[in-house]
C-alpha cells in the first residue's frame, strides 16, 4: 500500500528553469509535509516543511505549495541550478507514521 | 554536517556472520530512528525510539535487533541476514518523536554475501 505517490520519478531541466515535483498522499491524519534533499553518498536533510495551516510556504529559491482539499502539495524550485541536481523526497507523517515518498531524481544541466 | 554519524560506512557480510551498526547523535535530541533505503523502495522506516524506549518496529523481522542504551547512542544488531538485506542502513535523529524535522546521518552501506 503507498500511502505517499510521488511523480515525475525522474525530472530533467536547464539551468535557470523551474522544478516541480508533486506528491499526493491519502490519510487526511497527515499534518507535517517535509521535503528531504539527498544528494549521492548522503543521508536525506529538510529542504523545506509545511503544516496543513497554511497553503504555501516560500524560502529562498524552494517553494511548497499545498492543496488540502486535494491532499497535494508539490515543491518548485526556481532558478534551478547544476547544483540542486540530487533526489528528492517527500514525505508526510501524523505523529505517529513518517512516511517517504519514492523518491524524484533531478538532473539540471548546465 | 556532523550531528549524525554513522559507523561503519561500509559493511560487507556473509549469511551467517553477525554484526553491529552504530549511530551517534551531537545534537542533544531526544528521538533515534533506524530506515532502510534500498534501490526498489522507498525509505523504509524500521525502528523509532523516543527517550530510550522503543515506540514503533514496523515488522522488521528478528534478524534485525535495535538497542538504544542512551538517547545519544543506538545501535543496530544483525545476524543470520540475507542477500534482499542489502541496502543502505540511515540513522536519524530528532528533537522529540515523529514528525518534526529529522537529521540523517550518511548511512551505512552494507552488502550481504
Known amino acids: 500500500q503507498q500511502q505517499v505517490k510521488q511523480s515525475p520519478q525522474s525530472l530533467i531541466v536547464q539551468k535557470g528553469g523551474i522544478s516541480i515535483i508533486n506528491c499526493a498522499y491519502e490519510?487526511?491524519?497527515?499534518?507535517?509535509f517535509p521535503w528531504y534533499q539527498q544528494f549521492p553518498g548522503k543521508g536525506p536533510a529538510l529542504l523545506i516543511a509545511?503544516?496543513?495551516?497554511?497553503s504555501e510556504k516560500k524560502e529562498g529559491r524552494f517553494t511548497i505549495s499545498f492543496n488540502k482539499s486535494a491532499k497535494q502539495f508539490s515543491l518548485h524550485i526556481m532558478d534551478s541550478q547544476p547544483g540542486d541536481s540530487a533526489t528528492y523526497f517527500c514525505?508526510?507523517?501524523?505523529?505517529?507514521?513518517?512516511?517517504f515518498g519514492p523518491g524524484t531524481r533531478l538532473s539540471v544541466l548546465p | 554536517e556532523t550531528g549524525v554519524t554513522q559507523t561503519p560506512r561500509h559493511l560487507v557480510m556473509g549469511m551467517t556472520n553477525k554484526k553491529s551498526l552504530k549511530c551517534e547523535q551531537h545534537l542533544g535530541h531526544n528521538a533515534m530512528y533506524w530506515y532502510k533505503q534500498s534501490a526498489k523502495k522507498p525509505l523504509e522506516l524500521m525502528f523509532v525510539y523516543n527517550f530510550k524506549e522503543q515506540t514503533e518496529n514496523n515488522s522488521v523481522p528478528s534478524r534485525f535487533s535495535p538497542e538504544c542504551p542512551n538517547s545519544s547512542h543506538l545501535f543496530l544488531h544483525l545476524h543470520t541476514l540475507q542477500p534482499e538485506d542489502s541496502a543502505l542502513y540511515l540513522c536519524?535523529?530528532?528533537?522529540?518523536?515523529?514528525?518534526?524535522?529529522?537529521?540523517f546521518g550518511p548511512g551505512t552501506r552494507l552488502t550481504v554475501l
Open positions: 514525505a508526510v507523517s501524523d505523529g505517529q507514521n513518517f512516511v
Open positions: 509545511i503544516r496543513p495551516d497554511v
Open positions: 536519524a535523529s530528532s528533537q522529540d518523536g515523529i514528525g518534526v524535522r529529522q537529521f
Open positions: 490519510n487526511t491524519a497527515f499534518d507535517y
